[in-house]
């Protein structure tokens, strides 16, 4: 005999099931209502530091404003009114030949230590395109794991050719799958290191004549 079910077991799941409907009531009522209170914040973080509003007063400068004019001299990121050559590697719309800042010893070693850095890994410490980053690479896309374009030798015969505007607009702006670089390397570091890769690539085409007479003699 099926034992009766106890008058009291529907009415008591009416009230659970009315009661459960109730948070998820309140959640859409609270998100698609309108209020000039903030929301409850259960964890404030930095939302209520201490801080100045616009247009206050603050008696810690002279002039008592909590908004504080640009320092002399600041120029808008992208509009810095200088040598077009040095900024940008370009002078009347064509790409300048030679590195358009003075080159010195200290600069070649400085483009050196920034090219280990942010190029070597994937060109190689003599730039011929073999750095540990593209040897990994070239080992996953031979397993058929990934997909991998070969960073470019830089002693290519078309990286040889090329302007040093050109490479300084390369490292800044990146080509294919080489990122940019301009928003980490300084101007300076940029023409640094092109400096450098011309550097390596004579180091690789030099001849006899390059080497200074005195030290010819110690050459094998």
Excluded at 39 to 55: A, E, F, G
Excluded at 62 to 73: F, I, N
Excluded at 79 to 86: P, R, S
Aim: glycine share 6%; with cysteine.
């Amino acid at each position: 005999m099926i034992p009766k079910v106890p008058k009291w077991i529907v009415p008591a799941l009416l009230v659970l099931t009315t009661f459960a409907a109730v948070p998820p009531a309140i959640i859409a009522w609270a998100r698609h209502s309108h209020s000039s209170s903030p929301r409850i914040n259960l964890v404030p973080d930095m939302d209520y530091q201490p801080r100045y509003q616009t247009q206050t007063e603050n008696r810690l400068f002279l002039d008592q404003r909590a908004m504080r004019p640009p320092v002399e001299g600041t120029v808008a990121r992208g509009h810095l009114n200088e040598n077009e050559a040095v900024a940008y590697g370009r002078a009347s719309g064509d790409w300048v030949a030679r590195v358009p800042v003075p080159v010195t010893e200290g600069m070649v070693h400085r483009g050196k230590e920034r090219f280990e850095i942010y190029c070597a890994p994937c060109h190689g410490v003599s730039g011929f395109g073999d750095g540990m980053v593209s040897r990994r690479a070239d080992e996953l896309a031979q397993r058929g794991s990934a997909s991998w374009t070969p960073p470019t030798s830089l002693h290519d015969e078309l990286v040889l050719s090329r302007a040093d505007g050109h490479l300084f607009n390369t490292i800044t702006y990146g080509v294919r799958t080489m990122p940019a670089y301009g928003p980490q390397i300084s101007v300076a570091d940029r023409w640094a290191i092109v400096t450098y890769v011309r550097a390596l690539q004579r180091s690789q085409r030099a001849s006899l004549s390059d080497v200074p007479e005195d030290v010819r003699a110690t050459l094998r």
